[in-house]
């Protein structure tokens, strides 16, 4: 009796370690390198996150592949840079699909690995064919076309139309007999717009964001129709972490991926009641206040569950900060000694380090606790590394750019990658502790968001462990180095 009941317990445990791992990707919008506690931020307090960080590893050289949302997350999902396309760009809101079904994903990977997967909040990574998205019927080439088992997304951004939430492949709520409305050209109906009727704004625009007014704020692109499907800002963040939750506890019985993409702290930043003035930072700052929030939500979930030992938790964001990227919300007046990038130059938009390097928190049970790794780590190995953690085989072809990475993730590999390249108006590429970024025309700097782009006719060198702020531009005095990177950077070109 004694003996069966050790077996059992032995089958038991056995079980449980082979049990897969969950997955939870948790995606800030615009949050920056600084904007944590557990990153060194003195003016907010992010507690939830800073658990997190407490419990697992914090990066602090860690790299999304783009200064911009949707390159950052076409590269995430899909392990190729966004730069080998030539349209990946910021997508307008009726963007069609850049990721066509049946086309590789992250997503698709773990469904191999027979996991169910979800993605709740921000897509902009377009939909539907080549027309764009069927707002009033089935909405083709979405999430569940790639690899997903379930999706409840805002289709663009927060600041751009139709402000309607996409459940699997409809818009939700929906009234047939008001069917949605979109054009990014012309005004189409008859709904005010910020350009025409500015009285009518609770949230004024500083630059762009002037056209269709939806709930008092000025959005990007026109709309009219599905009145009944329109979100409200301030309930976004509490509408998708409930989705989360309940995604979580369906799944608590078998393997699942989450990727949980917030909207904040995108604008326009809108803070539920709970939120709002609590940062005294404005309401950036009551944003990440809210996304800390949603974190703890989560964590709260798993651990209610019991699945907080068997999952791994990763925090990142898609791009760096910018404090005005359109909308008047008091950010600016109240910022005060916070600084949202840490210091490092540029900001969201720039080929600086501010642009990409973002927080990388990794919680997994075998992760040593309350450590910081220095190694290089970029977004683009994350459907290769998922596919380590889950044993999968996957098409190395369409994901070439991707590497298994998971002892760096993991925390026993202190080095990392070789080297690491990111997309701006240019492009940059850090190898060791050197930076090079390519000569580019575009501007130098943007005096709407006021952020130093990064774009020079001239070559661009600095020494990341000596001028970690990129001051000293370096690509005159060494020119080995110089010829180094740019011959690097050119071969990594040539790849198909
Ligand atoms: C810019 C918008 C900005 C933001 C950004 C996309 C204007 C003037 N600016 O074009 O507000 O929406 O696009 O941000 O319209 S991202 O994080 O999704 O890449
Ligand atoms: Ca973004």
Known sequence: MKYRFLILLLILTTESFAQKPNVILIYADDLGYGDLSCYGAKAIKTPNIDKLAKQGMKFNRAYSTSATCTPSRYSLLTGRYAFRRNDTGIAPGNASALIKGGQQSVASVFGKAGYQSAVVGKWHLGLGGAEGPNWNGKITNGPLDIGFNYAFLIPATGDRVPCVYVENDRVINLDPKDPIQVNYVNKIGNWPTGKENPELLRMKHSHGHDNTIIDGVGRIGYMTGGTSALWKDEDIAQRITDKAKEFISKNSQNPFFLFFSTHDIHVPRVPNSRFLGKSGLGNRGDAILQFDDSVGQLMKALDSLQLSSNTMVILTSDNGPVVDDGYHDGSKENIGKH????????GKYSAFEAG??????????????????????????????MAGLTNQKYDVASASDSQNQLKTWLGSDSKGRAHVIEQSGTLSIVQGNWKYIKPNKGPAYNANVEIEYGNDEAEQLYDLSRDPFERYNLAASVPAKLGELKSLLQNELLKK
């Not at 600084?339 to 540029?346: C, D, I, Q, V, W």
């Not at 390097?357 to 040593?368: E, L, T």
């Open 339 to 346: 600084k949202p990038a840490a210091g490092l130059r540029g």
């Open 356 to 385: 990409t390097r973002v927080p990388f928190i990794v919680r997994h049970p075998s992760v040593k606790a309350d450590e910081t790794s220095s190694a290089l780590v970029s977004q683009i190995d994350f459907l290769a590394t």
